[in-house]
């Protein structure tokens, strides 16, 4: 690519293209900045990046990343540890965190199953899943997927094996999230499948 | 394990006849073995979608789907982790349920175009389909030689893109009986700077390929002697620049144009260029060779293109080819294969066929879209 660029900068931007959003281009900017800002940016974030890599792992039970495990999520006195939300990623976790409205725990499965990225049952953290639904103790799953056909497929795939009565005969009820009209949508702008999901789940106002 | 630039693991989901598949490869020849049907050519048209292109068979989309009685998969998928000098590079290609007609293609978690993946697979193939290259039609010789052209000539598979919808475009002026001089003309100077451009990256290509041929010692696989036929070729050949050729062919097409109106279509251009091979020991043409002899003249072909692409490391798939040649010529295969050093993935239908291996090849048997 470069020919004057020395290998040390070539490799750091090569790493970071790595990451989501950044193509070779953005990459090059951001290499750039970096080494610009050494003091104020690019050695606190040698700092950071090491701390996160020594001590940010998944949790145990739910697949959350934190550094402590279980999670402080999991393991907070205050939430409701019989109603598990199932989300897709780390990312919806904190979505969901941020609307702060869910005061049960969480279950993150690491991605949908997907034929072009390979990912199959064994591949997510859905064993798990089973095992603390039919462990007893709990008395709602939601599944919190994406309205993707990957994410349904994922949802469906799931409701199959943690469906039916627990270990100690207890029925569990599974949920999942609204599909519809989003708040502060204009139904002139929506698809017809999301019309059509929208008028099949509405309810008595 | 001789290549540093291998695929050392392919999962197919969904594809062909694979519901899941893992596998993983040291680097040393792949060897495929099992009885017809049993998917080998499956998993070699799997490898060959990671080249850009349709693949082997050059099946539309839809097709790769696995098929279990009347239901289908909603999408299929092949991963390969590619294992280059210092990295390791995921690629991804397959469908997204959303958008079953197109083809998605990802290189370490992002979506890329078609044409990224030549970047990181150079790969070609010889198939039982290619037994009647020498005897069949010019148009297979062509593409079998532009395939070649596309190894050293990126730009090329666009070229030849641009020229033949500019012929298509000419074709129907001509069809349709239009007489605008000056829409023609504009036609014609695009398709005579293309038509140069392709005439004179399939001359490099024949040459560096017949140097190559040269440079090699002789072998059981015997030399051909490649020659291009074709007017624009001529002119290459005869050391004009491109830009003359250019002119020459836009004069050309316009001197014939009356000819082309009373035909209904372009005679003359690139698009009627042909690849003469003949075999040199016995000076004969290759099509009057024997079934055999032509294998192995093909066989010759490949192995000196891939001597001259070494650079790119380029995967050589052989489907069914050992079934072709005696017990000498399959051990002299053999040892050129692991000379070569790069990757190669053989079919047949018998272990052992690949017994010069000797334990120097991954052995796979294939039973029903599963492997041992």
């Known amino acids: 690519m470069a020919q004057n660029i020395s290998p040390e900068i070539e490799r750091l931007i090569k790493l970071l293209s790595k990451l989501p959003g950044l193509g070779p281009r953005s990459a090059r900017r951001a290499a750039l900045e970096l080494i610009k800002k050494r003091e104020p940016l690019m050695r606190p974030l040698v700092t950071a990046m090491s701390d996160a890599a020594d001590k940010i792992e998944e949790c145990g039970v739910c697949g959350n990343i934190d550094a402590a495990n279980p999670c402080h999520i999991c393991a907070a006195p205050g939430r409701d540890q019989s109603v598990i939300c199932v989300v897709q990623d780390v990312g919806d976790l904190w979505a969901m965190e941020r609307a702060a409205t869910f005061k049960g725990v969480y279950h993150v499965l690491g991605g949908t199953l997907s034929a072009i990225d390979g990912i199959r049952p064994e591949d997510l953290r859905i064993a798990g899943l089973i095992g603390r639904v039919k462990g007893g103790g709990i008395s709602e799953v939601i599944l919190a997927m994406n309205a993707t056909v990957d994410g349904q497929t994922t949802a469906h795939y799931i409701t199959d094996h943690i469906e039916g009565p627990n270990q100690a005969g207890e029925r569990v009820t599974i949920s999942r999230l609204a599909h519809g009209v989003p708040v502060g949508g204009e139904l002139d702008y929506l698809d017809d499948g999301t019309i059509n999901a929208a008028l099949s789940s509405r309810r008595p106002f | ?372």
């Open chain 2, 1 to 372: 394990m001789a290549a540093g630039h291998y695929i050392s693991h392919l999962r197919l989901t969904d594809f062909r006849n694979y519901a899941a598949l893992d596998i993983d490869f040291s680097g040393a020849p792949v060897v495929l073995h099992g009885e017809n049907g049993a998917g080998k050519t499956n998993l070699l048209e799997a490898v060959s979608l990671l080249s850009p292109g349709r693949g082997l068979r050059r099946a539309r989309l839809e097709a790769l789907t696995r098929q279990e009685g009347e239901s289908r998969a909603p999408a299929w998928g092949v991963n390969a982790s590619l294992m280059t000098q210092d990295d390791m590079i995921k690629l991804a290609i397959g469908q997204v349920p959303e958008a079953p007609r197109r083809r998605v293609i990802r290189i370490d978690d992002k979506t890329v175009s078609g044409t990224a993946l030549s970047a990181y697979v150079t790969l070609f193939w010889l198939t039982p389909a290619q037994d009647r290259l020498f005897t069949g039609p010019a148009s297979d010789r062509r593409k079998f030689l532009d395939r070649f052209t596309l190894m050293q000539a990126p730009d090329h598979g666009a070229n030849v893109l641009s020229y033949e919808k500019l012929r298509a475009e000419r074709n129907r002026l001509l069809g349709e009986n239009i007489s605008d001089r000056g829409w023609y003309e504009a036609l014609e100077w695009d398709m005579a700077r293309y038509g140069a451009k392709i005439a004179s990256a399939r001359t490099k290509t024949l040459y560096a390929l017949s140097d190559e041929i040269d440079r090699r010692p002789e072998t059981v696989f015997p030399k051909s002697r490649l020659a291009l036929e074709g007017e624009i070729e001529d002119l290459v050949q005869s050391g004009l620049s491109e830009e003359e050729v250019s002119e020459r062919f836009a004069q050309l097409l316009a001197d014939n144009r009356s000819l082309d109106i009373r035909a209904g279509r372009t005679l003359r251009g690139v698009h009627r260029a042909d690849l003469l091979v003949s075999h040199v020991p016995k000076s004969m043409s290759a099509a009057s060779c024997s079934t055999g002899e032509q294998k192995a003249l093909l066989i010759g072909l490949m192995l000196a293109q891939a001597h001259a692409q070494s650079d790119k490391h380029p995967f050589l798939l052989l489907d069914e080819v050992a079934a072709h040649l005696d017990s000498g010529r399959r051990a002299a295969l053999t040892e050129e294969l692991i000379d070569l050093g790069t990757q190669v993935f053989l079919t047949g239908t018998d272990a052992a066929l690949f017994e010069a291996f000797d334990g120097r090849a991954d052995m796979f048997e294939v039973r029903g879209g599963t492997i041992t």
